[in-house]
């Protein structure tokens, strides 16, 4: 495991190919202040630039996900908490964009609380691994803030425009279990397994095809702005470019010699 560099509220790791990337503010409940946020982006830019990075794994230090923004760092503030608020926002909502378009999958781990922000940056993985004792909650308006870090975005595409009303306006607390039914998650693991569950699914993604990943990110992302036709078209078209590729070819030929496939993510 090498460092990528040094950073204060994350700890940003390499194992082979795969990016760790986790939020290392345990005293503070893992909750997202200027500096993390600008850490965030620092990591996103990182990880949708090298290469070598093929499958990204975000989790956190302590006992809780992330408990969203830092309010005692916004009343700190005081008649300055716009400008605060507008600058982190800023920074964070970046990270969430690269993270959200970078060409590899984004597994995510969490365990304890995750809220508000907190919340956005865990359903934003492609896949969603959480600890059996996991929470989830929106708490914005509950604060009298409203949602950010793409939740209001992202919440009505995973459970549907009535469910993401009562979420956000009820600040409804969630038990895993609760979030795996309705499809905030994509599975549930004991506390002590999630560790080793989410690195091994970041393991497996990170030997796959990875630019046949980043297309179907993408096909995925714009499935709800485009029509059917226009959809269509963008899947012809990636389709072909990915049958087109070294990893295409390496499929279909493990398929048909019944071997398992060796992606090099490269095409």
């Keep these: 495991m090498t460092a990528e560099r040094d950073f204060t509220t994350l700890r940003v790791e390499r194992q082979g190919p795969v990016m760790m990337a986790t939020l290392n503010r345990p005293q503070a409940g893992n909750a997202i202040n200027v500096v993390m946020a600008r850490e965030l982006l620092a990591a996103s830019i990182i990880a949708a630039c090298d290469t070598e990075i093929r499958a990204v794994l975000l989790c956190s230090d302590g006992k809780t996900f992330c408990a969203g923004g830092d309010l ?20 964070f909502h970046a990270a969430i964009a690269r993270l959200a378009r970078m060409n590899k999958p984004l597994v995510t781990a969490v365990q304890g609380f995750a809220a508000g922000a907190g919340l956005s940056l865990a359903l934003l993985g492609d896949i969603v691994i959480a600890g059996e004792e996991a929470q989830f909650t929106l708490a914005y308006t509950a604060i009298g803030m409203t949602p950010d870090g793409g939740a209001s975005w992202l919440l ?9 009303q009562h979420l956000i306006l009820t600040n409804a607390h ?40 980043a297309r179907t990110r993408a096909l995925l992302l714009s499935a709800y702005e485009e029509s059917l036709e226009t959809h269509l078209d963008h899947e012809a078209r990636s389709i072909v470019a990915s049958v087109a590729g070294e990893d295409g070819r390496e499929g279909i030929a493990a398929f048909l010699g019944k071997r398992p496939p060796a992606f090099g993510g490269r095409s």
């Excluded at 009505?156 to 993401?164: D, F, I, M, N, S």
């Excluded at 080793?196 to 497996?204: K, L, M, N």
């Design 174 to 213: 969630l038990s895993a279990q609760q979030a795996l039914d309705i499809g905030l998650v994509t599975k549930v693991v004991p506390d002590t397994e999630l560790n080793r569950a989410a690195q091994e699914q970041a393991r497996e993604l990170a030997e796959g095809p990875t630019q046949a990943f």
């Design 72 to 91: 005692g760092a916004f009343a700190k503030a005081g008649q300055d908490v716009s400008s605060l608020i507008s600058e982190e926002a800023a920074l």
């Design 156 to 164: 009505p595409r995973l459970v549907g425009l009535r469910k993401a």
